[in-house]
């Protein structure tokens, strides 16, 4: 089966798989508190041969489980504790401020289907997605100490353009919670007002130490910009990233620049997929000519220079969009596709600009589909059983990077889902040719 042969239907069912199995696998109250919602950063299964290993030099007695040495008791023990404190260390605001723009993507599409019980993503007994979304926004507030602004500007942006889109859906489905989500990006707009300034030039500063301006903050913060009416700000963040961090060769976007020692701008030339995504939405949003033509040269380069091979017989296709491993890196993919996937609806592009980019969404989500696994009935508990770990890169199954036992990243997994919700709404779209 090819990507486009699979059916809008199909693509709605497995991107609501993967909202059940991210939901199912990480998502908690935060410290059992009702009307909140956050996401472990890592989830870890039992291992199925995780009865513990004799001593060193004592043999099993038959029948018999081994003892565990102190160290593995002290392991099991956290291994329990895991879903409270998963959700207090490490802190990663960002993670959760895309898992809200994931649950806003089932949102949409449950509304798109009527917006019954009947249509939710995990039943009809359970929230649905937008609900799920507004109750994480609080738990990121109490989370984050009672506010939602930290030190890194790309960090709330990223917040900042999905609870936009929250608040969208709360509008159309009728629901409250609007106000206090207008109350959040008004305060975080103060914090990216702050942060775009004539230095190096122009662009928005990465963080609080006001000593790095880069693609990842100054492009989310132009796309908000172009959403909020700021439409000539958004064209000036834009015009410096062109002038100072599109590399011409490549028709990519760098990563960063910095103030040198001597007085000179030093650009930091690494390249990275999720780049490029919120540049493409940033010129889609603002449109007209010569942004448009930008747009359709950019497509083209991830297109050439951001693919792999689709090794492993993952996907039909021959290439599928390149993934940048764990850690932050883990969700980069997944924000490309959500960016291309507009590109894929929008008919002001050229029409091979439009398939390229449906081509990229749609082969590497259905490489991460075939390359799931599920979680085994000895890794969780019988509810569990069933939903599907992701692999971290979209070019090799599931269970060479995530065997049974292994930690797994909340990042990785939102990065599939990601995919998926944007294969579903290129096929909402209808033909890209």
């Known amino acids: 089966m090819t990507s486009s042969s699979t059916s809008l239907a199909t693509w709605q069912d497995r991107a609501d798989h993967a909202a059940r199995s991210v939901t199912g696998l990480f998502g908690r109250n935060l410290l059992f508190l009702p009307g909140t919602h956050l996401a472990a950063v890592v989830w870890q299964g039992r291992h199925p041969a995780g009865k513990g290993s004799p001593a060193a030099g004592q043999e099993p007695v038959a029948g018999q489980e081994p003892a565990r040495p102190p160290r593995d008791r002290w392991l099991a023990a956290l291994r329990r504790a895991r879903p409270a404190a998963g959700l207090l260390l490490p802190w990663h605001y960002w993670w959760q401020a895309h898992y809200v723009d994931c649950l806003v993507d089932t949102g949409l599409r449950e509304l798109a289907g009527g917006a019954t019980p009947a249509v939710r993503f995990n039943g009809p007994d359970q929230p649905s997605a937008g609900h799920l979304a507004s109750r994480l926004v609080t738990g990121m507030r109490l989370r984050n100490a009672l506010t939602l602004v930290n030190s890194y500007y790309d960090d709330m942006a990223w917040l900042a353009l ?237 269970d060479r990077t995530y065997p049974p036992g292994a930690p797994v990243e909340l990042a990785t997994q939102l990065q599939a889902w990601m995919t998926l919700e944007a294969a579903a709404t290129v096929m909402a779209a209808g033909p890209a040719t």
């Open 162 to 398: 999905a609870t936009l889109r929250l608040d969208r859906l709360a509008e159309e489905a009728q629901r409250p919670g609007r106000r206090r989500n207008a109350r959040v990006r008004s305060a975080l707009a103060l914090q990216f007002d702050s942060a775009c300034t004539d230095d190096l030039g122009g662009g928005t500063f990465w963080s609080k130490k006001r000593d790095f301006k880069n693609t990842p903050a100054t492009a989310p913060v132009a796309l908000f910009y172009a959403r909020t009416g700021r439409r000539g700000t958004a064209q000036t963040l834009l015009d410096w990233l062109d002038a100072t961090l599109f590399d011409q060769g490549q028709g990519l976007y760098l990563d960063g620049a910095r103030l040198g020692p001597a007085g000179d701008v030093l650009v930091e030339r690494s390249l990275y997929t999720y780049n490029q995504g919120p540049v493409l939405g940033a010129l889609l949003e603002l449109g007209g000519d010569a942004n448009l033509a930008r747009a359709t040269a950019l497509v083209d380069s991830v297109q050439r220079l951001l693919t792999v091979p689709a090794a492993g017989g993952n996907a039909a296709a021959a290439t599928v969009l390149r993934c940048e491993g764990t850690g932050d890196g883990g969700l980069f993919t997944g924000i490309l596709c959500r960016y291309l996937a507009l590109a894929a609806a929008d008919r002001r592009l050229p029409a091979t600009a439009r398939a390229t980019a449906a081509a990229l969404v749609l082969d590497t989500a259905e490489a991460f589909w075939a390359g799931r696994r599920p979680v085994g009935a000895g890794e969780a508990k019988a509810p569990l059983a069933g939903r599907s770990i992701f692999s971290v890169h979209a070019c090799q199954p599931s």
